[in-house]
């Protein structure tokens, strides 16, 4: 124990002194940093945009109070008057953003049918998207483990290329106390930069603590830990530093850039989803064949789904609102299957992920982490389930004065329904990940003990 | 007799070179032996078997009673070693290299007691406090003699010393064996240096395709003698 802290003591010696390591160490930190500001940053700037709406929603009522200054038709108002289903940032989103950039954080609603709003979302820059999200989550799971190859390649070699291994090995310690030593120096440094951060990530970000600190810890610890453990496994291999330090960037590059992309492609032949725009265009094609057909036919339809409207008023005339809306959802009915398929296909393909992210850790984490932000692609499509019943609410709320033709008063206003929800973590996939992670640390960590064991360390 | 360093019938076999064949030795506490023999000749596979860097093809080394193979750590504690190129921590000074080494063989020294041992070494004491990077050949060698003096160990294995040290220092090192060697110390030494070896030596061996061919006591043996009898070994 006592060579162990001596050993430790003269590789902070060593590093303080390596002006590469330090700069590289303080490359890592400000990415840090910069992705804490990054990702607390997007999303203040998502929280602002959703405080915004609801200003949106109120100044919307009060021109429809303008429009309308006395009694109004529901029908106008479900036409002309919008609201929103709001997707609140978890408090942990800062740290994860996931696919929160990729997919609308709320949605524009209107009387009108579902389908078509819940895809119709804001532009958004390709380029942005492309370039993805430089948050601490991304720093973590991407970054530091070069910083990890960086500080761990040559830990066995560049004592045999510098020549002071066999002095080393002359004093009463063996190989394994010294690359030991080594790895412990470096772990406990990239775990407190990792750590720090997270912590500091955390404060900035105002989360809400709860027993995600503890997993998101565990998650980071492991993640780091899984990299020194692969770079443990080269350094046992007793290559020369050029060697490790390829061998080490391969294995970056395929974990992080190569099965990624060969996953995405796998998944998306296994598990093929109908496109969103398919959907919408086969709704449109029923709620605008709505127009041409007879009003009986279309109100037939609907007082088969909603007998307690059957009762009301005939229609008369060219238009009637009731007749507007009731095709309208007649058109979201139509659809009901492809889009049941839609969503179910997309969980499917979830689940693929989740079930081959075994093959990269990356990946793993990369999910492990979103699900723990809720901001992943379930927590969204719970998001779209939740503005679907929003949607209903409202429907519920206007149909009455639809269907009984109910004068909408000023008053009226105050009683419609107002949306809001936040994703929440997903437990099941953050502890079959950190399960999955566990696994990884173990294997790694086991083969390069082997592979130490094996291969005798040679002083040259 | 005290043996500190022992070989029996000790073998070491490369792929297809035999590089030591069946060595038997034994050198006492307080003796130096000066091991004579050309590049390729064994002495290296000698020391490094001493060091439990390789292992025995066949038979076992001793150091102060415990075989090096089974005791490989353990056997380092009674041993120090300086090589033919002493090679350091660059980016630490002279001062932390040789606490480093120290620290490792469980000696804590303070700040002076370095100063004294890297001084008598031979490094100038304005040295001691810069890095090692900016050290000479024959600088690194001094902190490596330091280095192994500071360890007050029982065997000292030394693999051509003085190799890049000047004249002067050459014979100040000799000076310092000796001392070590009243005190003591048993002291193994592979040398292409027949003068210093007669110098030094209290017997000398010469080695020959991996095998000891001749072990001569150096008391009362000339120098030009004995480099009379390593040439005719050498050209058998």
């Known amino acids: 124990m006592n060579k162990l802290r001596i050993l430790i003591k003269f590789e902070w010696l060593n590093f303080r002194a390596d002006k590469g390591l330090l700069i590289l160490t303080a490359l890592a930190l400000l990415a840090g940093l910069y992705g804490i500001y990054y990702g607390t940053t997007e999303i203040e700037r998502q929280r602002e945009n959703i405080a915004a709406l609801e200003v949106l929603t109120e100044q919307n009522v009060e021109e429809m109070k303008m429009k309308y200054p006395g009694d109004a038709d529901a029908g106008d108002l479900g036409y002309y008057h919008s609201t929103f289903a709001v997707n609140h940032p978890d408090s942990w989103a800062g740290l994860s953003m996931g696919q929160r950039d990729l997919n609308p954080y709320y949605l524009k609603l209107r009387l009108l049918n579902l389908q078509s709003q819940l895809y119709d979302t804001e532009n958004i820059n390709p380029l942005k998207v492309l370039s993805g999200n430089f948050d601490l989550a991304f720093v973590l799971v991407y970054l530091f483990p070069l910083l990890i190859i960086g500080l761990c390649f040559n830990i066995l070699s560049v004592e045999k290329e510098q020549g002071t291994l066999p002095l080393l090995l002359s004093q009463p310690i063996g190989p394994a106390l010294i690359v030991g030593a080594k790895l412990v120096f470096r772990i406990i440094l990239v775990l407190g930069m990792a750590l720090f951060l997270s912590v500091l990530a955390m404060w900035w970000g105002r989360v809400v603590p709860d027993v995600r600190v503890v997993l998101w810890f565990g998650v980071v610890v492991l993640n780091c830990l899984f990299w020194f453990g692969v770079a443990f496994l080269v350094a046992a291999l007793q290559k020369n530093s050029a060697f490790n330090a390829v061998t080490l960037l391969g294995v970056w590059l395929l974990l992080t850039i190569v099965i990624p992309a060969l996953l995405n492609v796998y998944v998306s032949v296994k598990q093929p989803v109908p496109q969103a725009l398919a959907l919408t265009i086969q709704q449109r094609e029923v709620v605008h064949g709505g127009w041409d057909k007879p009003k009986g036919e279309t109100m037939e339809k609907f007082f088969a789904l909603y007998p307690q409207w059957r009762d009301t008023a005939e229609i008369e005339g060219g238009f009637a609102w009731r007749w507007y809306y009731a095709f309208q959802h007649l058109g979201d009915v139509a659809v009901a299957d492809l889009a049941k398929s839609y969503e179910e296909g997309l969980y499917a393909r979830q689940q693929l992920v989740n079930s081959l992210n075994v093959l990269s850790v990356p990946v793993n984490v990369q999910g492990v982490l979103n699900a723990m932000a809720g901001s992943d692609l379930p927590a969204h499509l719970d998001f779209l389930k939740s503005a679907s019943r929003y949607h209903d609410s409202l429907r519920e709320f206007y149909y009455p004065f639809l269907y009984r033709q109910v004068p909408f008063t000023h008053a009226d206003y105050a009683g419609e329904p107002r949306h809001s929800f936040t994703g929440s973590p997903d437990f099941t996939t953050i502890y079959s990940g950190l399960a999955k992670l566990l696994v990884s640390v173990l294997l790694v960590f086991t083969a390069a003990l082997l592979l130490f064991k094996i291969r005798t360390v040679t002083v040259k | ?236």
Do not use: W
Not at chain 2, 71 to 83: C, D, F, H, W
Not at chain 2, 94 to 115: P, T
């Open chain 2, 1 to 236: 007799m005290n043996i500190v360093l022992e070989a029996r019938e000790l073998r070491k076999q490369y792929q297809d070179k035999l590089a030591l064949k069946g060595l038997n030795l034994q050198i006492q506490a307080g003796e130096i032996f000066c091991l004579l023999g050309q590049n390729g000749a064994g002495k290296s596979t000698t020391i490094n078997l001493f060091l439990g860097f390789i292992t025995p093809t066949s038979g076992a080394a001793y150091i102060n009673g415990l075989e090096v193979a089974s005791n490989v750590t353990r056997v380092k504690e009674y041993l120090a070693y300086i090589p033919e190129n002493v090679m350091l921590y660059p980016n630490l000074t002279g001062l932390e290299n040789l606490s480093l080494f120290s620290s490792l063989a469980g000696f804590k020294y303070a700040e002076e007691e370095l100063m004294h041992y890297l001084v008598q070494a031979g490094l100038p004491a304005e040295a001691a406090g810069r890095r090692v990077g900016g050290y000479s050949k024959g600088m690194r060698q001094k902190v490596g003699i330091a280095i192994a003096v500071a360890k007050h160990a029982k065997v000292l294995l030394l693999d051509e010393p003085t190799s890049g040290l000047d004249p002067k220092a050459s014979n100040e090192f000799s000076e310092l064996l000796l001392k070590l060697s009243d005190a003591g110390t048993a002291i193994f030494m592979a040398t292409h240096d027949i003068f210093r070896s007669k110098a030094v030596g209290t017997r000398v061996g010469i080695m020959r395709e991996g095998e000891l061919v001749d072990v001569l006591p150096a008391a009362g043996l000339e120098a030009s003698e004995l480099e009379k009898l390593y040439l005719n070994h050498m050209h058998v």
